[in-house]
């Protein structure tokens, strides 16, 4: 694992310049807005990494709350069970089929609820207790700077395109307040030291995760100023566009793995040498240093794969 | 329209932002190994 990740950053760092290249130059200029239209190959493809690393903080948060309580983890995961089982069938029902909007396949509301299942047993299965919790403030902290990106090219585009830096508009309006939502998260992460902060944090996470949605259905559901969806909805793109679109989506998707890699890293060595320096404050002299250093992350170094 | 300097803006504060984090991360991670040392060296 170690030897991987120069291997992948240096993968990555390609990824990201020929997406950057394909975006800038290769991609076809739209007709109507011209070149500042590009800015959607970064706009975009970063709301959507920060949807996922939402997402990811909600299930790992649900899942670090079910863990903590075991007839909760079992009412939990009957709930995601039926949720998955409605959300596979439902969209079928011809009464619900006429409900959807234009462009959403029902095949498409069935996967996402089964990978929604599928998604939270398999963080359930591989990461247990504390790592859960480590998850999600990795997840929280890095989706709050791709969400920060959205936020900071959205205007840059609507300024030459639409005359203004910002409308209050739904969309805009859901995204910002999900941005403050997960940055309260993380606020509250930093400032309490409680030992119920993780939880509390948690069931914080869980209701801004509902905001997600609300983000993404908001241009299919109702008439906004905000440009109407590009894949799905009714909404169309060039070809070329949207493969350049998925690439720039890609490389930084990878680059938020990798970033997302380092901050899990570092809270799980903070959190060892917290744990570490409490013990042997705690036990003083009295503890032998070879138990008091077992499985501590002293002789860790920063860049080393440890734990987790 | 000059909408070019509004595509360079984006895409420069876009990766302004990744850099300040990954500064950021940086020097979060010189720390936490400036305390492991003293916590070393106090033993």
Redesign the interface.
């Known amino acids: 694992m170690k030897r991987a990740f120069p291997i992948l950053a240096v993968l990555t760092a390609l990824l990201l310049g020929y997406a950057?290249y394909q975006a800038?130059v290769v991609a076809p200029t739209e007709r109507t807005?011209?070149?500042?239209q590009?800015?959607f190959y970064?706009?975009v493809p970063?709301a959507w990494t920060a949807f996922l690393l939402f997402f990811v903080n909600f299930l790992a948060s649900l899942q670090y709350l079910a863990t903590a309580n075991p007839s909760a983890k079992r009412v939990i995961n009957w709930v995601v069970i039926a949720i998955a089982v409605v959300g596979a069938v439902a969209p079928y029902i011809p009464q619900v089929q006429k409900q959807l909007p234009e462009g959403l396949y029902p095949s498409s509301v069935a996967t996402t609820a089964v990978m929604i299942a599928v998604l939270y047993f398999l963080v359930g299965k591989f990461f247990i207790e504390r790592s859960l919790d480590v998850l999600a403030v990795t997840a929280a902290e890095v989706g709050v700077?791709f969400c920060?990106?959205v936020l900071?090219?959205g205007p840059?585009?609507a300024?030459?395109?639409w005359g203004i830096w910002w409308t209050w508009d739904l969309r805009l309006t859901l995204t910002l307040v999900l941005w403050l939502i997960y940055v309260s998260y993380l606020v509250l992460r930093r400032f309490s030291d409680s030992a119920q902060t993780p939880k509390l944090a948690a069931v914080l996470a869980i209701f801004g995760a509902l905001d997600v949605p609300l983000v993404y259905f908001s241009i299919w559901f109702f008439r906004t100023q905000h440009p109407q969806p590009v894949i799905g909805g009714g909404g169309s793109i060039d070809p070329r566009m949207l493969h350049i679109l998925l690439m720039n989506w890609l490389a930084f998707s990878c680059?938020a793995f990798l970033?997302c890699w380092?901050?899990y890293r570092?809270e799980i060595?903070?959190r060892d040498?917290h744990e570490?320096?409490a013990l042997e404050a705690l036990l003083g002299d009295g503890l032998p240093?070879s138990s008091a250093r077992t499985g501590s992350?002293?002789n860790?170094?920063?860049?080393g794969t440890g734990t987790a | 329209?000059?909408?070019?300097k509004?595509?360079y803006?984006?895409?420069i504060?876009?990766w302004l932002?990744?850099g300040l984090?990954?500064g950021s991360?940086a020097r979060?991670?010189s720390r936490?190994?400036r305390?492991?040392k003293d916590?070393?060296k106090g033993?």
């Open positions: 950057t800038l807005m011209g070149d500042v590009r800015i970064y706009h970063s700077i920060s990106i900071v090219t840059l585009w300024r030459p395109v680059f970033v380092l901050r570092l060595m903070q040498l570490a320096q240093p992350p002293i860790r170094t920063p860049s | 329209m000059n909408s070019i509004f595509l803006a984006a895409y504060a876009t932002i990744h984090y990954l991360l979060r991670y936490l190994r305390e492991m916590s070393d033993r």
